[in-house]
């Protein structure tokens, strides 16, 4: 079953056309990737998915349901979580309290502070952190800093989670450590992942089929092994 449906989706920022018709579906519990150089538009197609910015043209579904109109925090709320390249932690609040106001926040609405804490410790556990639930968020690990804010979007009780470069400045160890864990959340809790990636080797590993986007334009969609091999994807990649 399609989860995410994007149909035709344009964004120009003045002059500039940062996205240009772009089209594809995710498949519930598959992972996603996207793929494109810097300035390519993967991170706008995530911000008008997400709501942030207001697409040009176009429409997306996400559960079958048009996402035109609806604010950042509805889209939220409906089951569709987002992760920032930059992360953006509250520092001076323990691991488990930064969850917790996830879960307050999120589609899972736990209004009272037990079922939120229930709700941030699983989110904890999904992605490793639970023995790290007392410290300070400030004082995580670059690569812990990237899990919590994946386990922030768990615990607003998301089905779908847009993933901006969770790998990006984490060793090799980490890398692998990461992709383990992405699998399990997608096997465990049928989680369905839309992810850009700068770390090919990741991106190639984990995801089921791949779009690439060069200045906007989609040039690719498919299985990895068929996008790398892409006659368009090696113009763009190596001249
Ligand atoms: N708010 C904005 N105003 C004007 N131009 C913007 C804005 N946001 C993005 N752009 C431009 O749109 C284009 C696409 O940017 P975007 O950040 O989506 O690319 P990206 O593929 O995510 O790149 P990166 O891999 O570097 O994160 C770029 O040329 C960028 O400069």
Redesign the pocket.
């Known amino acids: 079953m399609t989860i995410l449906d994007v149909q035709n989706v344009s964004k120009q920022?003045?002059g500039?056309k940062?996205l240009q018709d772009v089209s594809f579906g995710v498949d519930e519990g598959t992972i996603f990737g996207l793929m494109?150089a810097?300035?390519?538009?993967?991170?706008?197609?995530f911000g008008v998915i997400a709501g942030q910015i207001r697409p040009n043209g176009g429409s997306i579904s996400f559960a079958g349901k048009p996402l035109a109109g609806q604010r950042p925090d509805q889209i939220c709320r409906l089951g569709l979580g987002r992760t920032f390249?930059i992360v953006r932690p509250f520092g001076n609040l323990t691991v488990l309290d930064n969850v917790i106001v996830s879960a307050m926040y999120g589609s899972a609405r736990a209004h009272r502070l037990a079922d939120a804490t229930a709700a941030g410790r699983q989110a904890l556990e999904d992605v490793g952190l639970a023995p790290l639930a007392g410290q300070l968020a400030a004082s995580l690990t670059l690569s812990n800093q990237k899990r919590l804010e994946i386990a922030r979007a768990l615990a607003t009780g998301a089905r779908l989670v847009l993933l901006d470069e969770v790998m990006a400045g984490l060793t090799a160890t980490e890398v692998a450590g990461m992709t383990e864990t992405l699998f399990r959340l997608r096997q465990e809790r049928g989680l369905t992942i839309l992810i850009?990636e700068?770390v090919m080797g990741a991106l190639m590993n984990l995801s089921d089929r791949i779009l690439v986007?060069d200045h906007?334009v989609p040039i690719a969609m498919g299985p990895p092994e068929q996008v790398v091999a892409d006659e368009n994807v090696l113009k763009v990649y190596f001249g």
């Open positions: 920022f003045g500039l940062a494109g810097n300035g390519a538009g993967k991170t706008t197609l390249q850009i700068h986007l906007g």
